[in-house]
């Protein structure tokens, strides 16, 4: 009989059982009542000895960021790490790559270097309900929601990416464009770009247009490399298009060149949006018009739930606000 097979007789996840068999406070009444009961009913007896030597070797918070080339998670990984360290906490980072399961790689890093909590930067919520039932610590998944997966160690801070794409369609809209071209990400259910391509849709049904994917949209991933090629295949494929709206700022960034290289002006010949409003985005030539949202308070908002479910705070899920920020990509 070990911690697995108590979580199956009760019906509760084994990162409760963990919760209760260790007496942390953030298990509700009645599922400690009943897995107290099972435990009981089968004799279970947990080794305190380990439980005082798994304290003992906890080592700091890990945070998990998906992809190298993501801007919005470096600005994102300075407030976080500087509201860690004012409540002496120390986060050590780990950069996965974009096709990497994230939650596979939490749960050896669990295992092998037993982490106080853990934060991710990105990630695709259909891998959390796979197999976040095995991590047991303090987690805040960050520009996703985590809402729906009903895990009671998972908290989530984000934007509403739906609202805020629609809002950036509608922009380019308001403008006069009515031949518009999205660029980035993929189509896979509940991810940060099947959000932003919805409301992209939106936007366009209310106005009595759908996006033709086919035609319109081109996938790539979220690198200035990606954009670059991104945007080329569109150009050649949809040469009337006005405007671009781009699933992030470092696809726009590589949009921008391509327009640039086929001897394109932006916003002259084509308007062009970003997401994300990174660091660099305000430095481009035209500056990014794009949907701000604030790293600063998504890398506070992460630490301090964090710190809060640490210390026996329940599961959050926070929507923070979105901005979109005007500047010089579109005409």
Known sequence: MDIRDIATASGYGVGTVSRVINNQPNVSDRARKR??????????????????????????IAAFVMGVGNRLFDDILGPLQATLAAAEEEVAVTYLDDDSREVRAAIDYQQSRRPKGMVFLGGEPRYFAESFHEIEVPCVLVTNSAAGLGFDNLSSVTIDNE?????????????????????????????????????????????????????????????????????????????????????????????????????????????????????????????????RQSAELLGRRAAQILLDMADGGNATHELVPFELVERESVA
């Not at 000895?49 to 304290?55: D, E, G, P, S």
């Not at 794409?165 to 509608?170: K, L």
């Not at 494929?237 to 700022?249: H, I, Q, Y």
Request: proline share 3%; aromatic share 8%; hydrophobic share 40%.
């Open 35 to 60: 897995i107290l009961a099972v435990m009981a009913e089968c004799g279970y007896e947990p080794n305190s000895n380990a439980r005082y030597l798994k304290m003992r070797s906890q080592t700091p």
């Open 163 to 291: 609202a805020a794409a629609a809002r950036a369609v509608g922009h380019l809209w308001e403008r006069g464009h009515r031949r518009i071209g999205v660029i980035g990400g993929n189509r896979a259910e509940n991810s940060i770009s099947s959000q932003r391509l919805r409301g992209a849709e939106r936007a366009l049904r209310e106005r009595g247009v759908e996006l033709d994917y086919e035609r319109d949209y081109e996938p790539c991933a979220f690198l200035e490399q990606a954009g670059y090629d991104a945007a080329g295949r569109l150009l050649e494929r949809t040469g009337d298009l006005t405007a671009v709206f781009a699933l992030g700022d470092v696809i726009a960034f590589g949009a921008l060149r391509a327009f640039v290289d086929r001897g394109l002006s932006v916003p002259g010949d084509v308007s062009l949006v970003g997401f994300d409003d990174t660091s660099f985005s305000q430095f481009s030539v035209p500056r990014i018009t794009t949907v």
